[in-house]
């Protein structure tokens, strides 16, 4: 069993910045992770995802250049410091953990990941 717990949202001013915090608990292990979000009446979408040593990083276009994912395996931790913050980046954010090999890792999918987090809310207003 793995817990993440997800903190940092809160409510900012377009062109503003938030940093996101995921904490993992439990047999994390070697993990590859990701961030996913969720705006009310629309799918949960990728946003960007995290191999465990760091050297895999992936981005969905509309963050690309705006968020930074990085992560500190010693603290079991991932981090999402999203910067120039848009009305449209509002939404639940959501980590999650893939416990599985990293062979095949598909990180834009949803269902390749095994736990998530409750989310954390950031509002974004204009």
């Known amino acids: 069993q793995v817990q993440l717990v997800e903190s940092g949202g809160g409510l900012v001013q377009a062109g503003g910045s938030l940093r996101l915090s995921c904490a993992a608990s439990?047999?994390?292990?070697?993990?590859?992770m990701g961030w996913f979000r969720q705006a009310p009446g629309k799918e949960r979408e990728f946003v960007c995802a995290i191999s465990w040593s760091g050297g895999r990083i992936y981005y969905a276009d509309s963050v690309k250049g705006r968020f930074t994912v990085s992560r500190d395996n010693a603290k079991n931790t991932v981090y999402l410091q999203m910067n120039s913050l848009k009305p449209e980046d509002t939404a639940v954010y959501y980590c999650a953990v893939r416990t599985k090999s990293t062979l095949g890792w598909v990180p834009t999918l949803a269902y390749d990941y095994d736990y998530w987090g409750q989310g954390t809310q950031v509002t974004v207003s204009s």
């Open positions: 439990g047999r994390t292990g070697v993990s590859d």
